[in-house]
């Protein structure tokens, strides 16, 4: 499998620095890892994106060069999350009817600012029409301004909170997600660290408790590793500089090595 790093904190507006230490970590963390729970070695390559920390324009155009010219599955480690912003537009011109499934505990549709930052990544892809609407799916949310949520509901975007993930059951929740993740011609899976609760994941900028616990993230993920249309994942807002013991970056190596299979 291709790991591609992608070492970018400034598209969080100051509020993100230190995520740019987490490609190396997270990737340092996977090297400890022997076998992952489906008796895998995660085996892999690894690339780099040039990023400019004081330019995110320039560094959304060297992303989307980079990924236009992948040729394999690749893992996408970040960074902040305004990077999905240039994956996902380089994603969507090599695939037909592509989706994307987002895990956060934000919806990411505060503005249209452009280039987007890591609160608004989402709604400029929908609005600058790189995803269909109805393509979009949001997990594990629990925060959002009132915009956000009034915009969720108006662009008719499927989304699954904790709450309703409490009410009707992980199992219940992960089909209904597979069933519209099925639909799309190919999948691009974003995760962002805070939709796990911090218990889990202290190392991010934002915690917001009462989140999905690790367990429950890869039970969605070895589930979603099953679907033929997954072209590409990222892993985005792991922040070392605010981990307890490495946790969440060994949260985030596991994370990744549950994607590895032995058809990859």
Not at 228 to 235: Q, T
Request: charge should be negative; glycine fraction near 6%; charged fraction near 25%.
């Amino acid at each position: 499998m291709k790991l591609i790093k992608i070492p970018f904190s400034a598209g969080g507006l100051g509020k993100t620095l230190g995520t740019e230490l987490a490609p190396d970590k997270i990737i340092d963390e996977l090297k400890h890892i022997f076998l992952n729970e489906q008796g895998v070695k995660p085996e892999f390559s690894v690339e780099s994106v040039k990023v400019n920390n004081s330019n995110i324009t320039e560094t959304n155009e060297n992303i989307y060069n980079h990924i236009m010219q992948n040729d394999e599955m690749p893992v996408i480690i970040g960074g902040d999350h305004s990077i999905t912003y240039a994956c996902f537009k380089a994603f969507s011109k090599q695939f037909n009817n592509p989706g994307i499934l987002v895990f956060d505990a934000h919806p990411d549709c505060e503005n249209n600012f452009s280039p987007p930052t890591h609160e608004d990544f989402l709604r400029v892809l929908v609005e600058e029409n790189h995803v269909k609407r109805e393509n979009v799916i949001l997990v594990g949310l629990r925060s959002w301004h009132k915009n956000e949520y009034d915009y969720l509901k108006q662009n008719k975007i499927k989304f699954f909170s904790m709450k309703e993930i409490a009410n009707e059951g992980i199992k219940e929740v992960s089909e209904a997600v597979m069933s519209a993740a099925l639909q799309f011609g190919s999948l691009y899976v974003s995760i962002d660290i805070d939709v796990l609760d911090p218990a889990f994941a202290p190392g991010t900028g934002y915690l917001e408790p009462a989140g999905l616990s690790s367990r429950e993230l890869i039970f969605f993920l070895q589930r979603l590793t099953n679907l033929k249309n997954l072209k590409a994942v990222d892993l985005v807002e792991v922040n070392p500089k605010l981990d307890m013991n490495s946790l969440t970056s060994k949260t985030g190596a596991k994370i990744i090595s549950e994607l590895f299979k032995m058809s990859l």
